[in-house]
Each structure stands twice: as structure tokens, then as C-alpha cells.
């Protein structure tokens, strides 16, 4: 009977409870419930931007992240086919050209314009060209040699493959160390730039060095020789030289009198 009675009681404390909570709501004013939706609509709003700006900075990196694997991929391929069309040791020599073509686009002389176009391009794509031809030829002329009971005919291709295959590859070299030339001759006019800036500096402190020795010489010659600015070294020498004086005329009027 008692556990009825409390269960009673809780079930009407919770209607009540209900009826004063719907009294408060119904006692807070519209225009206090049309701010709270106001608020509660921007921050939706406002959670609703950050996720989506979150969600498109991902992909944003997911997709950088993507087109730079490609990237790298696709260069490690380029580098695998230049190595089988062209050889190591020549692949080398393309790498030293194209290292030279950096130095002469990084340097002053270029960003200056004294060297003109340095756009290397088209020699970089003949030396490229040039080796690839030379490693086909050389390729083409071992699989010749390769065949049985070989002809005066196989011999004379032979040897014109390997004399064309030489020429192309002396070519390709030539124009690398003119290449290399470049860069050096750049690294030349930038090291005169700087000396001429150098040199310029100095004359211009020299000039400023000048004028101001020479106002300062003007100035002393201006001062007559005979005006001498007293100093406090000179104050305290006459001060202890009037003392000298005043001591020895008191010891002179001592001297004089009688004993």
C-alpha cells in the first residue's frame, strides 16, 4: 500500500512538473524564442560551413597529395626510359648540361638580360635526341653482328653505324661543354657585377671620405692660430698657480717678522 501510494505521489509531482515547465516556456516571450531560433539557425549554419570547409581542405590535400605522387611517378618512368634509350653515361652528360642551364637561368647576367635568350631547350632536346640516335644505332649494329657467316655488306653497315653513331655522339658532347661554357661565362659576368658594384661603393665612400677630410681641413685652416679655447685643464693650472703664489707671499710676511 505504501510503495502505491509513493509511486502516486512521483506521477503527480511529474504532471506537475510538466505543467510549470510549459508555464515557464509559455511565459518567455516571442521575441525571446525568435532570437534563441535565430542563434540556434546560425550556428547550424556556422557548424554546416566548417564542416563543409574542412571537407574541402581535405580534398583539396587529397587531391595535391595525388597529383604530386603522379607526378613523381610519372618522372621516376621518364627517368627508367631515358636510361634505356640514351645509357648511363650519357644521361650523365644530359644531367651536367642541364645543371649548367640552371646555373646560367639562376644567374644575375640572365636576370639582368646581358646574356640575351637563354632559353636551352631545343639544345637540351638535340643532345637528347642526338644520344638516343647513337644508342639505337649501336643497339641495330650488335644484332647484326649477332647473325652467323657475316658479309661485306654486314661489315660496311657495320662501320658506317659505328662512324654515324660516333659522330652523333661527338656532337652531342660538344654542344654540353658549350653548354657548360655557358654557365661558366655567366658565373664570370656575375663575379664583374659584383667587383663593378664593389668598385662603385668604394669611390662613393672615397668621394664622401674626401669631402668631409677636406672640411674639416678648411676648418682648421680657417681658425687664426693665435685663439686658443681655455679648457678646465687650464682653469685648475692657474688656480694651483695663484695658490703657489699666495703661499709664498705668506711665508715671506713671516719670514719678516721679528722673532
Not at 166 to 193: F, H, K, P, W, Y
Not at 209 to 231: F, K, M, V, W
Amino acid at each position: 500500500m505504501t510503495g502505491k501510494g509513493k509511486e502516486s505521489n512521483d506521477g503527480c509531482f511529474g504532471v506537475v512538473g510538466i505543467f510549470i515547465l510549459l508555464a515557464i516556456l509559455f511565459a518567455i516571450p516571442k521575441t525571446v524564442w525568435l532570437i534563441i531560433g535565430v542563434a540556434a539557425l546560425a550556428g547550424l549554419v556556422a557548424w554546416i560551413a566548417v564542416r563543409m570547409h574542412r571537407a574541402s581542405v581535405a580534398d583539396r590535400e587529397a587531391r595535391a597529395l595525388a597529383a604530386e605522387k603522379e607526378r613523381r611517378e610519372r618522372m621516376r618512368d621518364d627517368r627508367r626510359r631515358l636510361l634505356e634509350d640514351v645509357g648511363r653515361k650519357n644521361v650523365g652528360r644530359i644531367d651536367a648540361a642541364a645543371a649548367a642551364i640552371q646555373r646560367v637561368n639562376q644567374s644575375e647576367a640572365a636576370r639582368e638580360g646581358w646574356l640575351g635568350d637563354t632559353d636551352f631547350s631545343a639544345d637540351l632536346s638535340a643532345v637528347t635526341d642526338a644520344f638516343r640516335q647513337a644508342r639505337v644505332l649501336r643497339r641495330t649494329a650488335d644484332e647484326l653482328k649477332a647473325l652467323d657467316y657475316q658479309n661485306e655488306d654486314d661489315r660496311r653497315l657495320l662501320a658506317d653505324a659505328e662512324s654515324g653513331a660516333d659522330r652523333l655522339e661527338s656532337g652531342a658532347n660538344e654542344r654540353v661543354e658549350l653548354i657548360r661554357g655557358c654557365a661558366t661565362e655567366a658565373a664570370r659576368i656575375d663575379e664583374s657585377l659584383r667587383q663593378e658594384r664593389t668598385d662603385a661603393q668604394t669611390a662613393e665612400q672615397r668621394a664622401q671620405l674626401h669631402a668631409r677630410l677636406n672640411g674639416l681641413l678648411y676648418g682648421i685652416d680657417a681658425t687664426p692660430a693665435t685663439a686658443r679655447t681655455e679648457s678646465a685643464a687650464d682653469r685648475v693650472m692657474a688656480r694651483v698657480r695663484g695658490y703657489q703664489e699666495i703661499r709664498q707671499q705668506i711665508q715671506a710676511a713671516r719670514d719678516r717678522e721679528p722673532g
